[in-house]
Every structure is written in structure tokens, then in C-alpha cells.
């Protein structure tokens, strides 16, 4: 069988810069060094800890790999050393989001790969795949006390989430692809699409802010019978 396996020093990266995002949350929020580490910490494993212990009923990796705990201390470690210099960077929210953009699709085709393997159906895979990819951010925003960012209008990135996990089991399943040229297909494809969401900020809009008549109003100048004469 042709399974998807990321190399382990990206996966190391990646977790890495979602460790100092989380870092830097907590630091913000005027934790002290044990609640900047758990928020860097659920930052980081949040999304694997949710899909590996809730869902699929496997030892969590980062109990597996002691190599994940240091990755996390040295994140730590960075932001208590250059904290106040990060906190001016303007720059640095946009740098870690598009870091994101390559690590997010990753650990997407990881869940799908790991549902896959347990025999579910295409719903349970794609709901598994999409935890993986952003519960992390989900636990880090409920721990600092933040509305999480999938539940308020933003660019796009869990939409995106989702299309990624469809788009992946779409290319492995229907094409003569393998799992492997499929996964980094996805993994391209989302990052181009998070960064033209960056780059020209594109966003949804609140649900409050659509009026059923003027969507029917709309809609109905497109029809034949609906323009006005």
C-alpha cells in the first residue's frame, strides 16, 4: 500500500513555528513560563492529541517521540529570549501564516491517511483530516480566552481546510495518482491558495450581514423574467 510520509525534519519545522506562535500568544496574554509552554504546546499538538485520542484511539506521536518536547522547549526558550522584539515585528503574524500554509496541509493528508487506514467512510475522514489541521489552533484559542479564529469571519483558512482534505481524497481515490504525488498536490495547492488569501486579503463575512431578500432580489435580476424592462 502507498502511504503519504512527510519528511521529518519539515514536520519538525513546522511544528516548531506553531510552537512560537503559541508562545507568543501566551506572552502576549502576560502568562508565566508555564502557561506560555501549555499554550505553545496545545498549539502545536492540540490537532494531533484531538484526532489521535478522541477520534482514533491511538498513542498520541508526541508521546511517542521525545524529540517533540524539545522542539517545544526551544520555542519556548526563543520567544522568552526575544519576546519584546517580536511583539513590534508587524511582520511576523503574516511570516507564521504563511509558514502555516505549507504545515497545515501536511498534517491534513497525516489525518486523512490515519482515517483511511481505519476503514472509515469519506465524511468521517474528511472531519478527521480538517481536526488535524486546525485544532491546534481551536485549544490555543480557548486556553488564552479567544473566540477561536474558525468561528469568526477571517481568510478563509478552515474553507480551505476542508477543501484540501476533499481535494486529496478526491486525487487518491479517482485518479491514477499515488498517495504520495496526491498529498503533495494538496499540500502545493493549499499554499498557493492561503497565500492569495494573505496577499489580498480575502475574507468571509458574518452571517448577519446577509439579508435574505436582498439575496433573492439579487438573484432574480439574473433571471429572464426578474430585469426590469
Given amino acids: 500500500m502507498d502511504n503519504f510520509t512527510p519528511p521529518l525534519y519539515f514536520e ?3 511544528l516548531l513555528l506553531w510552537a512560537v506562535s503559541g508562545a507568543i500568544v501566551g506572552w502576549r496574554k502576560g502568562y508565566d513560563v508555564v502557561g506560555v509552554f501549555v499554550i505553545a504546546f496545545v498549539s502545536s499538538f492540540g490537532g494531533g492529541l484531538l484526532r489521535d485520542g478522541l477520534f482514533l484511539q491511538r498513542l498520541p506521536v508526541v508521546l511517542i517521540d521525545p524529540n517533540y518536547i524539545f522542539v517545544l522547549l526551544a520555542a519556548v ?3 522568552t529570549v526575544v519576546g519584546r522584539r517580536l511583539n513590534r515585528d508587524r511582520l511576523l503574524p503574516r511570516i507564521v501564516s504563511v509558514i502555516d500554509a ?3 496541509p501536511m498534517f491534513v493528508v497525516i489525518g486523512g491517511e490515519l ?4 476503514g472509515l467512510d469519506l465524511p468521517a475522514i474528511v472531519l478527521i483530516a480538517t481536526i488535524s489541521g486546525v485544532g491546534g489552533g481551536l485549544m490555543r484559542d480557548l486556553m488564552a ?4 479564529e474558525l468561528l469568526r469571519p477571517g481568510q478563509y483558512n478552515t474553507l480551505l481546510v476542508i477543501l484540501s482534505a476533499l481535494l486529496y481524497m478526491g486525487l487518491v481515490e479517482n485518479t ?3 498517495r504520495t504525488q496526491g498529498a503533495w498536490i494538496t499540500i502545493v495547492t493549499f499554499f498557493l491558495a492561503r497565500l492569495l488569501t494573505i496577499r489580498f486579503n480575502w475574507r468571509t463575512r458574518p452571517l448577519s450581514d446577509f439579508h435574505v431578500t436582498e439575496m433573492v432580489g439579487g438573484v432574480s435580476e439574473w ?3 426578474g430585469r426590469k424592462k
Fill in 12 to 14: 519538525y519545522f513546522a
Fill in 115 to 118: 482515517a483511511r487506514a481505519r
Fill in 77 to 79: 526558550a526563543g520567544v
Fill in 102 to 104: 505549507a504545515g497545515v
Fill in 145 to 148: 480566552g479567544d473566540t477561536p
Fill in 176 to 178: 491514477a495518482l499515488t
Fill in 223 to 225: 433571471l429572464p423574467w
